[in-house]
């Protein structure tokens, strides 16, 4: 390991590892920067009777106007002998003011390698008129992806039924629609609506494998209203429609939002989603979190199950990565 790979530490959206090879008895040692949020971090650890783990933004404008309150937890993975991993209890709503803020010492010494595993839950940053603070993470991309300048009539339009001239029936319920919005924002509707099918005559749209709650869902993203709570609560079914009718943005949309919280429960439906929809970001980022941070370690009863049902590609992926990762390593 060269001097500058010695204090690197490798990024994904919300996780961060600092593999370190040795510590000698009485040592500091400091990370480089790292970005996660609107922040640079750096961990640091310090040796002595025992072993000390800071973890702490840096010193710049941004950290002084607005100070990061963290949801984390922090774990040191031993690679000697069997791997092993101590966890610190997770923190909840820290609020960083200086270095000091979050010292983590460990009586159990550690020999030989390791790594320090950090995975961000949340950051908030406090707001100006003293409201709540408010998760960094929240902001979402959708009102990005939508007409911002249509988007509160377009938005009546969908929520009051004005001059509505399409029915979607769903598979508990009906919604009113209209024919020129989804024909503009679809592909698939504007060829629906283009030719001699019933839907043209019938006035109605029959989507059966798509609920109402689900529906709404993805009409208002169509019309431009849809809240950010309620897209993260669909992102997947609304992945689905997108793909289902050709509407890139929102498929665009869902896929940079799966990428942002990736986690141990949900690691493996992402890289399913993944290959299924064909989204590169996403399943390279679910393969990064399995294999580079070594979070396949900690799921071998769900990762078996998952291989049983999986695509004989994706299997064949997963096992290049594991072998390209032990090589490496």
């Not at 000091?100 to 100006?128: H, Q, R």
Request: proline share 3%.
């Amino acid at each position: 390991m060269n001097d500058s790979s010695a204090y690197r530490v490798e990024t994904t959206s919300r996780l961060a590892q600092w593999r370190i090879d040795s510590l000698a008895s009485c040592t500091y040692r400091k990370s480089e920067p790292f970005k996660i949020g609107k922040w640079n971090w750096h961990l640091a650890v310090e040796k002595n009777r025992s072993l000390f783990i800071k973890l702490f933004p840096e010193a710049s404008n941004v950290t002084r106007e607005n100070p990061p309150i963290a949801s984390f937890i922090i774990r040191v993975v031993s690679l000697l002998g069997n791997r092993t991993t101590l966890a610190h209890p997770e923190i909840t709503n820290k609020l960083w003011r200086s270095s000091e803020d979050f010292v983590w010492s460990l009586e159990v010494p550690l020999m030989g390698k390791f790594i320090i595993d950090v995975e961000f839950f949340d950051l908030k940053t406090a707001s100006p008129n003293g409201e709540e603070p408010r998760s960094i993470w929240a902001e979402g991309v959708t009102n990005r992806e939508s007409n911002a300048t249509a988007v509160t009539a377009l938005g009546r339009m969908l929520s009051d039924g004005i001059h509505t001239d399409i029915v979607i029936n769903t598979s508990d319920g009906s919604i009113g629609a209209h024919r020129a919005i989804l024909a503009a924002r679809s592909p698939v509707f504007s060829s629906m609506f283009s030719h001699d099918l019933k839907e043209k005559e019938l006035s109605a749209v029959n989507i059966s494998d798509m609920s109402s709650e689900i529906c709404y869902a993805f009409l208002s993203y169509i019309y431009g209203n849809i809240q950010h709570e309620v897209f993260l609560t669909h992102r997947l079914e609304l992945l689905r429609a997108a793909d289902k009718y050709d509407i890139s943005d929102l498929k665009e949309a869902c896929h940079d939002s799966l990428v942002e919280d990736i986690d141990i429960k949900n690691v493996l439906e992402r890289l399913q989603c993944g290959t299924l929809y064909q989204l590169p970001k996403l399943k390279s980022s679910c393969m990064q979190y399995l294999v580079k941070f070594g979070k396949i370690y900690d799921l071998q009863d769900d990762l078996n199950t998952f291989l049983q049902s999986a695509d004989r590609d994706l299997i064949f992926d997963i096992f290049h990565e594991v072998l390209a990762g032990w090589k490496g390593f």
